[in-house]
């Protein structure tokens, strides 16, 4: 017999390797739904660069389904019972979400859907191991990455292979249950957004044609390309991850088919441990919901955080006078993106330079990245703060000018996104505080005027975050 299934469309916006969609097809008939959830925690709302991602994004899904997308706002369980009740609707379906507000809701909806009658099925398409299969011998979850992915992940059978697109589905479609994509109101007001346009594609097409980019011959290089800002050495797969345009597992045998199954070669084996650090990040968040919001080591509850209102907006903006920390911002400005051997450096200024709580910057770039995740925020701020799990120790602080000087040899990334900078020399393009006169005259800069002074001293600055650290363990001593 054939049923009516609903597939309720989150973080999975794709048709390849879709289990929600390919079970729901299986059973018969399928009304395909994504519903902005009124209800979200507004402190989980998505920011300006991921609302012009989802807004493009859905706009694909409803393209790949024949404009046939039912797109609502407003309480989920409501529009569910709606769709269901409309629709003879015999079983509901969706790939799981892992953020603790969302766990907490879908259980709430599954109870009362199946008191109404209704058969829910929820399945895993966005991760490569479920966080409760991966567990240390007592039974408690790991808090080490290396372990957790080398020994326990691993260890586990291989995540499971990619399912195919259906070659066909028979759609439900009800013009009057589609609000359509513009009532979600995600493009925003300011046209600010046009330089993302020109970097990314953003949907199912354009996920498969940046992993076809990579494959294989970048991630040959990529233990050491990705490491260098002015180069092309990353996959830039992160913001399709997050919409689910492409999953993990599509990535995960996609790398090793590429490599013809040869996975000790270095390119590769540290590609797929940085998936498994994506990975860690859900499964951190899993188990430690507080993550987004509390010190996941506790004695950094001690720390003395400065409240310094000028400089937070210094690096908001790019106007700190450190060229690499303000290339980073600008590039996070103008593409809704940043490379992540920059996002470390900016996080480390921002933390220990400035000592500016590290939850100042998970906010930032929650709000202007196209790839905001909550696991992934969370908790690489919190391992560049030292707070976090398998957190670098806090007394090992970025260098910005060596990163740069190491990283960025020729200053390519810096001159792009400060051009004001343009024509220092190569010496002096990391550090211009350092120029003589002449050179600085020579490149047409006059500090302070054409190009900010650092806002702090770097050793100074260095220092007073050693003592800081010093004040907070002897708080916790004492306390």
């Given at each position: 017999?054939?049923?009516?299934?609903?597939?309720?469309?989150?973080?999975?916006?794709?048709?390849?390797?879709?289990?929600?969609?390919?079970?729901?097809?299986?059973?018969?008939?399928?009304?395909?739904?994504?519903?902005?959830?009124?209800?979200?925690?507004?402190?989980?709302?998505?920011?300006?660069?991921?609302?012009?991602?989802?807004?493009?994004?859905?706009m694909s899904l409803s393209q790949s389904l024949d404009g046939k997308l039912h797109i609502q706002s407003g309480n989920v369980l409501a529009a569910l019972l709606?769709?269901?009740?409309?629709?003879?609707?015999?079983?509901?379906?969706?790939?799981?979400?892992?953020?603790?507000?969302?766990?907490?809701?879908?259980?709430?909806?599954?109870?009362?859907?199946?008191?109404?009658?209704?058969?829910?099925?929820?399945?895993?398409?966005?991760?490569?191991?479920?966080?409760?299969?991966?567990?240390?011998?007592?039974?408690?979850?790991?808090?080490?990455?290396?372990?957790?992915?080398?020994?326990?992940?691993?260890?586990?059978?291989?995540?499971?292979?990619?399912?195919?697109?259906?070659?066909?589905?028979?759609?439900?479609?009800?013009?009057?249950?589609?609000?359509?994509?513009?009532?979600?109101?995600?493009?925003?007001?300011?046209?600010?957004?046009?330089?993302?346009?020109?970097?990314?594609?953003?949907?199912?097409?354009?996920?498969?044609?940046?992993?076809?980019?990579?494959?294989?011959?970048?991630?040959?290089?990529?233990?050491?390309?990705?490491?260098?800002?002015?180069?092309?050495?990353?996959?830039?797969?992160?913001?399709?991850?997050?919409?689910?345009?492409?999953?993990?597992?599509?990535?995960?045998?996609?790398?090793?088919?590429?490599?013809?199954?040869?996975?000790?070669?270095?390119?590769?084996?540290?590609?797929?441990?940085?998936?498994?650090?994506?990975?860690?990040?859900?499964?951190?968040?899993?188990?430690?919901?507080?993550?987004?919001?509390?010190?996941?080591?506790?004695?950094?509850?001690?720390?003395?955080?400065?409240?310094?209102?000028d400089s937070l907006k210094a690096w908001q903006t790019g106007q700190t006078g450190i060229p690499i920390v303000d290339a980073g911002i600008r590039e996070l400005?103008?593409?809704?993106?940043?490379?992540?051997?920059?996002?470390?450096?900016?996080?480390?200024?921002?933390?220990?330079?400035?000592?500016?709580?590290?939850?100042?910057?998970?906010?930032?770039?929650?709000?202007?990245?196209?790839?905001?995740?909550?696991?992934?925020?969370?908790?690489?701020?919190?391992?560049?703060?030292?707070?976090?799990?398998?957190?670098?120790?806090?007394?090992?602080?970025?260098?910005?000018?060596?990163?740069?000087?190491?990283?960025?040899?020729?200053?390519?990334?810096?001159?792009?996104?400060?051009?004001?900078?343009?024509?220092?020399?190569?010496?002096?393009?990391?550090?211009?505080?350092?120029?003589?006169?002449?050179?600085?005259?020579?490149?047409?800069?006059?500090?302070?005027k054409d190009y900010p002074k650092p806002i702090v001293d770097l050793k100074a600055s260095r220092q007073r975050a050693l003592d800081a650290l010093a004040v907070?363990?002897?708080?916790?001593?004492?306390?």
């Amino acid at each position: 017999m054939k049923n009516n299934t609903l597939v309720w469309f989150r973080q999975d916006l794709r048709l390849r390797d879709n289990p929600a969609l390919n079970f729901a097809v299986q059973q018969g008939k399928v009304l395909a739904t994504y519903i902005e959830d009124s209800d979200c925690p507004a402190e989980f709302k998505p920011g300006g660069a991921s609302q012009w991602w989802l807004h493009n994004s859905l706009m694909s899904l409803s393209q790949s389904l024949d404009g046939k997308l039912h797109i609502q706002s407003g309480n989920v369980l409501a529009a569910l019972l709606s769709m269901i009740k409309g629709n003879n609707i015999d079983c509901v379906v969706w790939n799981r979400c892992y953020e603790p507000w969302q766990i907490n809701r879908d259980r709430h909806i599954k109870e009362q859907l199946r008191k109404h009658g209704v058969q829910v099925k929820s399945f895993n398409g966005s991760l490569l191991w479920e966080p409760w299969e991966v567990l240390k011998q007592d039974g408690t979850p790991y808090k080490v990455y290396t372990p957790y992915y080398r020994r326990g992940c691993l260890s586990k059978p291989s995540p499971r292979g990619p399912l195919p697109a259906p070659k066909s589905i028979s759609l439900i479609y009800q013009p009057e249950s589609d609000a359509g994509l513009n009532s979600l109101n995600l493009m925003p007001a300011i046209d600010w957004y046009q330089q993302m346009h020109k970097q990314w594609k953003p949907g199912e097409q354009g996920a498969a044609s940046h992993l076809a980019d990579f494959l294989p011959e970048t991630m040959k290089d990529y233990k050491d390309a990705r490491n260098n800002p002015d180069t092309k050495g990353t996959s830039h797969l992160s913001p399709h991850l997050h919409f689910g345009e492409l999953s993990p597992n599509q990535v995960w045998y996609a790398a090793i088919e590429s490599m013809q199954g040869d996975t000790s070669q270095a390119g590769i084996d540290c590609f797929l441990s940085e998936l498994g650090w994506r990975e860690f990040s859900h499964y951190l968040l899993y188990h430690f919901p507080d993550l987004p919001v509390s010190n996941f080591n506790s004695s950094f509850d001690f720390f003395p955080w400065r409240k310094d209102t000028d400089s937070l907006k210094a690096w908001q903006t790019g106007q700190t006078g450190i060229p690499i920390v303000d290339a980073g911002i600008r590039e996070l400005w103008h593409t809704g993106y940043m490379h992540n051997r920059v996002r470390m450096v900016v996080a480390s200024f921002l933390v220990k330079n400035l000592l500016i709580d590290w939850r100042e910057g998970e906010r930032w770039f929650w709000d202007c990245l196209v790839d905001a995740d909550l696991a992934a925020n969370c908790a690489s701020w919190q391992w560049v703060a030292g707070s976090g799990a398998d957190a670098a120790p806090y007394f090992r602080i970025f260098n910005p000018v060596l990163q740069g000087q190491k990283f960025d040899k020729q200053g390519h990334y810096v001159r792009l996104y400060c051009p004001e900078l343009a024509h220092m020399p190569d010496k002096y393009v990391h550090c211009p505080w350092e120029a003589p006169a002449s050179v600085l005259d020579e490149a047409g800069i006059m500090l302070g005027k054409d190009y900010p002074k650092p806002i702090v001293d770097l050793k100074a600055s260095r220092q007073r975050a050693l003592d800081a650290l010093a004040v907070s363990k002897e708080q916790q001593r004492t306390n």
